[in-house]
């Protein structure tokens, strides 16, 4: 005989099946789960689901009491949901979380937990998910993450005001500049991040519920559900307008994902110059030990482990773009179930979108900088030659016949391995009588950074205006 049904696994709750003679098979059963992932979206899904509860009453489909009771079982599974981490859903036996939560509410309220899904598709309910969880939980902490990232660049961007260091390009000494402005860099890129996730959370702030399944709810007709006033419960601050755009759209997602890929490409290019920073070769700066790690075998090493696993992330999280546009490409509106596949690369990238930012931020905060190392660096190798050409070019010189003459002052003084430091207003005088005793300062590399006062160029005034333009930036958003 049958064991008693207590001891028997809970059916799971289906929000389909009279159309079909048998049930579903295994290995589809299996493959089609999404419960595993789209757990994340039990909060928002409860959250939407109040919102429509309240709407089915506003079109007498529930009366008071019933949106009441409704209600009630929302919220205290809500509480549950919110103290219980992901262990919550494991074994479900639902196919969605959408199932998932009516699954329960049927267990506390009964078969009035039938009623709910009313006029309702799990195709908008997935969108107005989606696009609740990604504004609150993948959005915000995100940027919050890189406003703490930015305000640590100018914290050391002021620890080190006077320090210089060479600007590459190409990998080669090019320009002497100041470790602020070279800080500073990094702090516009992460704050066009900022800003471009704020464009996001526009993309992301539209309520698709009313969409139905495609072609917009039929329900009660004469009385069409008040979109405007389910988006102001859920806190969006427009509607959708179209509903088979609604159902099927996932540009918000695809955003999300191209301002991920892009902020870790930033991170990643941070990682690179500091992994070549840090190196013994350079020994422009240290970072602390809590953001360092040693080898098992080599006892002198301290690796730069943080920044190659952030720019090792870049390339994975790139990965999930691609993925998320591919999935989309080619796809027949409306809804396809291929669209189930927008949800992992999503919540991947943000998983480690924000672990990295947080981790950047404390690499950030804990380096040391080799003020010498920076200086003697930008001191060897006529880094100062833009700035002779400049000089003769001031004085009436076409400035290609000046870019020639220090060309080969410069040629001369390799062969005869003379630094700038090295030269004397003879010296100098021998390739042009332009020069005289004002040029000799330019050879330090302090000169060539003092002169360049022009807005957003590297004196130390101009830093200084930069800096507080970022200090007033941070303190509004
Ligand atoms: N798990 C589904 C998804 O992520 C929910 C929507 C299901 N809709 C459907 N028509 N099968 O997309």
């Known amino acids: 005989m049958a064991k008693a049904s207590s001891d028997q696994p809970k059916p799971a709750y289906k929000l389909w099946g009279g159309r079909f003679e048998k ?13 595993q992932f789209d757990y994340r979206f039990a909060l928002a899904d409860i959250r939407g689901t109040k919102a429509y509860v309240r709407a089915l009453q506003r079109a007498r489909i529930l009366t008071r009491d019933e949106m009441t009771r409704a209600a009630q079982a929302l919220d205290s599974l809500a509480d549950e949901v919110a103290g219980s981490g992901p ?18 509410l049927r267990e506390r309220i009964g078969s009035l937990a039938d009623k709910l899904h009313t006029g309702r598709s799990r ?28 305000a640590a660049l100018v914290a050391a961007a002021e620890r080190n005001m006077s320090v210089v260091l060479p600007g590459y390009t190409h990998m080669r000494r090019a320009q002497p500049v100041l470790w602020a402005h070279y800080l500073l860099a990094y702090f516009e890129m992460f704050r066009r991040d900022y800003e471009r996730l704020e464009r996001c959370f526009e993309a992301a702030d539209v309520m698709p519920l009313g969409s139905g399944a495609l072609a917009g709810s039929g329900l009660r007709p004469e ?9 102001k419960e859920l806190g969006f601050s427009r509607v959708s307008r179209n509903s088979m755009d ?19 490409l930033h991170m990643s290019r941070l990682a690179e110059d500091w ?4 190196s013994e070769e350079f020994a422009f700066l240290e970072m602390g030990d809590e953001v360092s790690t040693g080898s098992s075998l080599m006892p002198q090493k301290k690796n730069p482990d943080a920044l190659e696993l952030i720019r090792g992330k870049t390339g994975r999280v790139l990965g999930h773009l691609m993925a998320l546009a591919t999935t989309v490409k080619g796809l027949p509106l409306t809804y396809n179930r291929d669209l189930q596949e927008d949800k992992e690369p999503v919540f991947d990238a943000a998983e480690q979108l924000i672990p990295a930012l947080k981790l950047a931020t404390q690499v950030v905060s804990s380096v040391s900088v080799n003020a010498d190392a920076m200086k003697n660096a930008a001191s060897d190798g006529w880094l100062c030659a833009t700035d002779l050409a400049e000089f003769l070019a001031a004085k009436g010189m076409a400035f ?5 003459i220090v060309g080969k002052l ?21 390739y042009s009588p332009l020069f005289d005793k004002n040029a000799l300062p330019l050879l330090t590399p302090e000169a060539g950074v003092a002169r360049r006062t022009v807005k957003g160029g590297t004196s130390p005034a101009s830093v200084r205006e930069a800096l507080k333009e970022a200090h007033r930036w941070l303190n509004a958003i």
């Not at 049930?23 to 419960?35: D, N, P």
């Not at 559900?225 to 389910?230: K, L, T």
């Open 223 to 231: 009385r069409p559900m008040d979109r405007e006033a389910v988006a």
């Open 410 to 430: 410069v040629l001369e003084s390799l062969r005869a391995g003379r630094q700038p430091q090295d030269c004397t207003l003879n010296d100098l005088k021998h």
């Open 23 to 35: 049930a579903t098979g295994e290995q589809l059963e299996a493959f089609s789960r999404s419960i």
């Open 123 to 150: 195709n908008e309910q997935v969108a107005v998910d989606f696009r609740m969880w990604l504004k609150d939980d993948a959005i915000i902490p995100a940027q919050k993450a890189l406003r703490e990232l930015m």
């Open 87 to 104: 262990k919550f859903f494991e074994g479900a036996p639902e196919e969605d979380v959408h199932s998932f939560v009516l699954g329960k």
């Open 275 to 278: 992994i070549i920073y840090s």
């Open 400 to 404: 290609h016949e000046a870019h020639q």
């Open 246 to 264: 609604a159902v099927s759209e996932r540009d918000f997602a695809l955003e999300f994902l191209f301002a991920a890929s892009l902020c870790f």
